[in-house]
């Protein structure tokens, strides 16, 4: 059984529980990360390397891992529009993703859940995506988009396709473990 450790951001009432040989990543990491994935046009690339960065950022293998690594990223922004139900939400969001990466599709289109105790949306996706030497990478994606008044929670867990990294185990025990604490977030 493999060993747990509890990650806490305090200042935005959310914990997960990451198994304890992932890396948690600094921003510097995620935006040399993302500089290294070519959008195949300019316009896209602004967008991908202006999207907010994330308060959480994790990975299976420390950075320089030549495949696609294992990661969870949390976000946290302001709802585009309240009253809108988390399902649209994560449904624009995802299409938006696929004007952005190759062979985009719903592996499970988005759907009403839980996670960390409240109301979220859910959905699984796969994509390609290339780096600078326009080598590919195969993508599964699970997203869950978790309402807080007005603001939202954008969680990503993305592995591969297939084989070892997909971490199918890692990432349902990660969002089980998903403790959100709304009323720290109103202070």
Same mark, same amino acid.
């Given at each position: ?12 009432? #959310? ?7 992932? &890396?948690? *990543?600094?921003?510097? #990491? +995620?935006?040399?990360?993302?500089? %290294?994935?070519? @959008? ?7 967008? #991908? *390397? ?9 990975? %299976? ?6 495949? +696609?690594?294992?990661? /969870? *990223?949390? &976000? #946290? %922004?302001?709802?585009? *529009? ?6 649209? /939400?994560?449904?624009? @969001?995802?299409?938006? @993703? ?10 499970? =289109?988005?759907v009403e859940t839980e996670l960390g105790g409240l109301p979220a949306a859910r959905a699984r996706i796969s994509y390609a995506m290339f780096n600078s030497d326009e080598r590919r990478f195969d993508v599964?994606? %699970?997203?869950? $988009? ?5 603001? @939202?929670? $954008?969680?990503?867990?993305?592995? &591969? &396709?297939?084989?070892?990294? +997909?971490?199918?185990? =890692? ?6 473990? $998903?403790? $959100? ?7």
């Open positions: 059984m493999q060993a747990w450790k509890t990650h806490c951001l305090p200042d935005f009432g #959310f914990q997960i529980d990451l198994p304890s040989d992932w &890396t948690v *990543q600094d921003t510097g #990491f +995620v935006m040399a990360n993302r500089e %290294r994935v070519d @959008m195949g046009s300019p316009a896209l690339q602004r967008r #991908f *390397q202006q999207a907010t960065v994330p308060i959480l950022a994790c990975t %299976r293998y420390p950075d320089g891992y030549d495949d +696609v690594n294992p990661t /969870v *990223q949390t &976000t #946290f %922004r302001p709802m585009p *529009q309240l009253g809108v139900p988390a399902t649209l /939400v994560l449904e624009k @969001m995802t299409g938006l @993703m696929g004007q952005m990466f190759e062979d985009f599709r719903f592996i499970e =289109e988005p599964l994606a %699970r997203s869950w $988009i978790v309402p807080c008044g007005k603001m @939202m929670f $954008i969680i990503g867990m993305s592995g &591969t &396709t297939q084989g070892d990294n +997909v971490c199918e185990d =890692e990432f349902n025990g990660m969002a089980a473990s $998903i403790r $959100i604490a709304p009323d720290a977030i109103q202070a």
